[in-house]
């Protein structure tokens, strides 16, 4: 059976909002151990004292690294501006015996578009066609009876080309996604490169990303 400091700990690192603020000492632990205390006499079949989870809370504060705020992520030189490229829709089948010869014929139909944007992704169950608006009937000819599974449009992709340094940053991906969860973007997909990281939003929120991640980026 789990204990009250094993449980606490459990909450809080499901939510790295907590312990980013725990760690800047920004919580107040006897407040957030009032909030806690419902949730952890429901998991733990017994009362909790609310000394008890404030002990808890504290204990894993003393832990948590005193780093401040994350670093600024590191851009490629001279190419380090956001990018972004509107007017695209993500197809996504499911994965079939067949879903190497429908890629093949879509690569091979929009070979005469070099100005449009597509990329394909397959993945264990499912197969992911990203594109611009005027190629997408070109995914529907090359994957004519495939099972459609879901169709989003009108995205934009927002593109950070970072250094290849990067790869040695712990959570890089992470401070851009915890940027944009907190000014409320919902990220509809994202897609990484050795060195690009292009997350997929609705266009409605184009500028609020374009801004909340120009505060993140440094150069």
């Known amino acids: 059976m789990l204990s009250i400091t094993n449980k606490v700990e459990q909450l809080v690192s499901e939510s790295p909002f907590l312990t980013e603020g725990m760690a800047l000492g920004l919580i107040n632990l006897s407040e ?15 009362p909790v004292g609310q000394a008890a989870v404030v002990m808890a809370l504290r204990r894993i504060a003393e832990r948590l690294p005193q780093q401040g705020l994350s670093a600024p992520i ?4 001279r190419m380090g501006e956001l990018t972004t490229r509107s007017d695209l829709s993500i197809t996504t089948f499911r994965l079939s015996d067949n879903s190497n010869e429908c890629q093949r014929q879509l690569l091979a139909l929009a070979e005469p578009y070099p100005a449009n944007f597509i990329t394909v992704t397959r993945g ?6 990203v594109c611009s608006r005027p190629l997408a ?13 879901a169709r989003v ?6 593109t950070l080309r970072l250094s290849p340094e990067s790869r040695k940053t712990p959570g890089v991906y992470h401070a851009v996604l915890k940027k944009l969860a907190w000014d409320k973007i919902s990220v509809v997909n994202m897609m990484c490169t050795f060195s690009e990281l292009t997350i997929l939003l609705e266009q409605s929120h184009t500028a609020a990303a374009f801004s909340a991640l120009s505060h993140v980026v440094g150069h």
């Open 32 to 46: 957030l151990a009032r909030q806690l205390r419902p949730r952890l006499e429901l998991d733990l079949w017994k």
């Open 74 to 77: 590191v851009l490629a030189p």
């Open 124 to 129: 264990v169950h499912e197969v992911l066609v």
């Open 137 to 149: 009937h070109l995914v529907d000819e090359a994957f004519d009876g495939e099972r459609l599974l």
């Open 153 to 158: 449009e009108n995205l934009t992709a927002l």
